[in-house]
C-alpha cells in the first residue's frame, strides 16, 4: 500500500478499509489536527470529524485525502465552535488584543 502525503489542516474521508474497520463511526468527513510519532510521518492521525468536539486517532491508511484537497480554514472553525459561544481561537485573539491595549495605555500614564 501507498503512502499518501498528509498535511495538518488537509481534509479526509474513511476510506473502505477505515469504515469496516471503524463501524461506529457515522461521521466519514473530517480535518487532520494532530500526528502521532514524528511530525508528518507518524502512523496515527488525529482527526477532527464535522460535528465532533474531539478528535479521534486513526492509522493513516484508514483514510484518503478528500476530493477539495487542502481543507480551508474557515471549515475547520465551524468544528471548533460552541453552540452558543464564538469560536474558540476568537476567544484569544480578544484576550490578546485587550492585553495590548491595556499595555499600551498603561505606558502612555
Same mark, same amino acid.
Given at each position: ?19 469496516? /474497520? ?52 474557515? /471549515? ?30 498603561? /505606558?502612555?500614564?
Amino acid at each position: 500500500m501507498t503512502s499518501i502525503e498528509i498535511k495538518l489542516g488537509d481534509w479526509v474521508r474513511l476510506n473502505e478499509l477505515g469504515a469496516s /474497520r471503524s463501524p461506529k463511526i457515522k461521521v466519514r468527513t473530517g480535518v487532520v489536527v494532530a500526528f502521532s510519532g514524528n511530525r508528518s510521518g507518524g502512523a496515527s492521525l488525529g482527526i477532527l470529524f464535522d460535528g465532533n468536539k474531539r478528535p479521534t486517532t486513526l492509522h493513516r491508511s484508514y483514510v484518503e485525502r478528500g476530493g477539495e484537497g487542502q481543507m480551508k480554514l474557515w /471549515r475547520w472553525l465551524q468544528n471548533a465552535v460552541a453552540p452558543t459561544g464564538p469560536p474558540v481561537f476568537l476567544v484569544g485573539v480578544i484576550a490578546f488584543l485587550i492585553s495590548v491595549l491595556v499595555s499600551i495605555y498603561m /505606558r502612555s500614564r
